[in-house]
């Protein structure tokens, strides 16, 4: 179950009524440009500025928190959101945005109070709804949480997202075979972004035995999201001779000399990580096609990552780091960055660098928070980090803030890492 609160803000601001308005003031309409591109420290900075001068400006507030929220200021964002709310207390955007900044804190009674406020002042307040939805859910409250979906189940406001949270609910009370209707109808219109919709239907269909179904559903989310450990991890669980023989179908489907460099990198991944009695010679194949990739283009971040992660994966750490920083300066977009350093991080592990993997699995944490869909599996490798350190605490805490983005993620990561896992309960 994904989830996107911070990197909906962007969506929310313009697509809820507060757009950049032709005649408004130029320090505004600079400001809001800002926010639209992203560049929310800036945005920020210049939101203080509208303040300042403009105290009573309640619009100049509710920006001012939501860009403070997207660099992840929390308690000045609430305070922000606050002024604003002052001013005008029948805000929805006001109350939604204060609800998701309480939620991110884990303040789930105070967050539920405001985003029911907003629901109740707007009800097109769609994604106030899904993030009480979300409460619901953390307090295994599932009759509750598909309840709260029922007004939109019907509507052309209902998404992937929200279908991944009624499917959630539904696996949770048993009713698998709906749960599985629910997604994929998700994942055939992909209107969010991500590889959890995929994930999450291809993991119901293997509950089902469904397997060649869970197969194609995992090939196409790696069409969309080539890099998703997820959907690696689940294709390659599914019983050998099928992955095996879809593997073998596509290296000998296409002459080698016509392979596409996105090709190279899906079956690259693939046989990194497959068992060798069942393709001999994976390892050395893989190598091959992902090297082959990254010369092919040189300028491709994505290729330049993968095959910085194969030399890793196969103990040249030293190499791996080489290339992974290279794949940095290629300008990679956020979701990318996030792996980057993720991989960078384990690479420095591995050669004894604890600072410099702590630096990096840091930078990897604050650019999966800015995304616009963040990447459990990344942030659970931190944790995995914090663990072997013994910090356990710091662990803990993580895995918090990752349960919120994804719940199903969390708790195969919990059964998986058993027994060191056993203390942490988000």
């Given at each position: 179950?994904?989830?996107?609160?911070?990197?909906?803000?962007?969506?929310f601001?313009?697509?809820s009524g507060?757009?950049?308005?032709?005649g408004a003031?130029?320090?505004m309409?600079?400001?809001?440009?800002?926010?639209?591109?992203g560049?929310?420290?800036?945005?920020?900075?210049?939101?203080?500025?509208?303040?300042?001068?403009?105290?009573?400006?309640?619009?100049?507030?509710l920006?001012?928190?939501l860009?403070r929220?997207e660099i992840?200021?929390?308690?000045?964002a609430e305070?922000?959101?606050?002024?604003?709310?002052?001013?005008?207390?029948?805000?929805a955007?006001g109350?939604?945005?204060?609800?998701?900044?309480?939620?991110?804190?884990?303040?789930y009674?105070?967050?539920?109070?405001?985003?029911?406020a907003a629901?109740?002042?707007?009800?097109?307040?769609?994604d106030?709804l899904?993030?009480?939805?979300?409460?619901?859910?953390?307090?295994?409250?599932?009759?509750?949480?598909?309840?709260?979906?029922?007004?939109?189940?019907?509507?052309?406001?209902?998404?992937?997202?929200?279908?991944?949270?009624s499917?959630?609910?539904?696996?949770?009370?048993?009713?698998?075979?709906?749960?599985?209707r629910?997604?994929?109808?998700?994942?055939?219109?992909?209107?969010w972004?991500?590889?959890a919709?995929?994930a999450?239907?291809?993991?119901?269909?293997?509950?089902l035995?469904?397997?060649?179904r869970?197969?194609?559903?995992?090939?196409?989310?790696?069409?969309?999201e080539?890099?998703?450990?997820r959907?690696?991890r689940?294709?390659l669980?599914l019983?050998?001779?099928?992955?095996?023989g879809?593997?073998?179908?596509r290296?000998s489907?296409?002459?080698?000399?016509?392979?596409?460099?996105?090709?190279?990198?899906?079956?690259?991944?693939?046989?990194?990580?497959?068992?060798?009695?069942a393709?001999?010679?994976a390892?050395?194949?893989a190598?091959?096609l992902?090297?082959?990739?990254?010369?092919r283009?040189?300028?491709?971040a994505?290729?330049?990552?993968?095959?910085?992660?194969?030399?890793?994966?196969?103990?040249?750490l030293?190499?791996?780091r080489?290339?992974?920083?290279k794949a940095?300066t290629?300008?990679?977009?956020?979701?990318l960055?996030?792996?980057?350093?993720?991989?960078?991080?384990?690479?420095?592990?591995?050669?004894?660098?604890?600072?410099?993997?702590e630096?990096?699995?840091?930078a990897?944490l604050?650019?999966?928070r800015?995304?616009?869909t963040?990447?459990?599996d990344a942030?659970?490798?931190?944790?995995?980090?914090?663990?072997?350190?013994?910090?356990?605490?710091?662990?803990?805490?993580?895995l918090?803030v990752?349960?919120?983005?994804?719940?199903?993620?969390?708790?195969?990561?919990?059964?998986?890492?058993?027994p060191a896992?056993?203390?942490?309960?988000?």
């Open positions: 179950m994904g989830n996107a609160i911070r990197g909906l803000t962007c969506s601001l313009f697509a507060i757009v950049i308005a032709t003031p130029d320090a309409r600079d400001a809001d440009l800002m926010f639209r591109a560049k929310y420290v800036e945005a920020a900075t210049a939101y203080e500025g509208l303040v300042s001068g403009q105290p009573a400006c309640a619009e100049c507030w920006r001012l928190g860009s929220f992840g200021k929390t308690k000045e305070t922000a959101l606050r002024k604003h709310l002052d001013l005008e207390p029948s805000s955007e109350r939604t945005g204060l609800g998701r900044v309480l939620f991110e804190e884990a303040r009674p105070e967050a539920a109070k405001e985003l029911e629901f109740k002042l707007d009800r097109t307040e769609v106030a899904k993030t009480l939805v979300r409460i619901r859910l953390i307090e295994k409250d599932y009759e509750g949480a598909l309840a709260l979906l029922t007004p939109i189940a019907q509507s052309p406001a209902v998404d992937s997202e929200a279908r991944m949270l499917a959630y609910a539904l696996e949770k009370q048993g009713n698998l075979e709906r749960a599985v629910i997604l994929e109808r998700g994942i055939a219109i992909v209107t972004g991500g590889d919709p995929f999450a239907a291809a993991r119901a269909r293997v509950k035995g469904d397997y060649e869970a197969a194609t559903i995992c090939e196409r989310g790696l069409d969309i080539p890099n998703s450990e959907l690696d689940i294709y669980s019983p050998i001779d099928l992955v095996a879809k593997i073998k179908g290296l489907g296409t002459p080698d000399e016509s392979r596409s460099v996105a090709e190279r990198i899906f079956l690259g991944r693939l046989l990194t990580s497959i068992d060798e009695r393709i001999p010679s390892r050395e194949i190598g091959r992902l090297m082959e990739a990254a010369a283009e040189p300028a491709n994505s290729a330049q990552f993968n095959a910085g992660r194969f030399l890793r994966l196969t103990g040249r030293t190499e791996s080489a290339t992974l920083q940095l290629l300008d990679p977009d956020e979701s960055r996030v792996v980057i350093y993720s991989q960078l991080a384990q690479a420095e592990a591995g050669l004894g660098a604890a600072a410099e993997a630096k990096d699995f840091r990897s604050d650019w999966n800015r995304a616009s963040q990447n459990p942030a659970l490798e931190y944790v995995s980090f914090l663990l072997r350190q013994s910090r356990e605490t710091e662990a803990k805490q993580l918090n990752i349960s919120r983005w994804d719940l199903g993620a969390v708790e195969e990561f919990l059964a998986v890492n058993q896992t056993k203390s942490l309960n988000p």
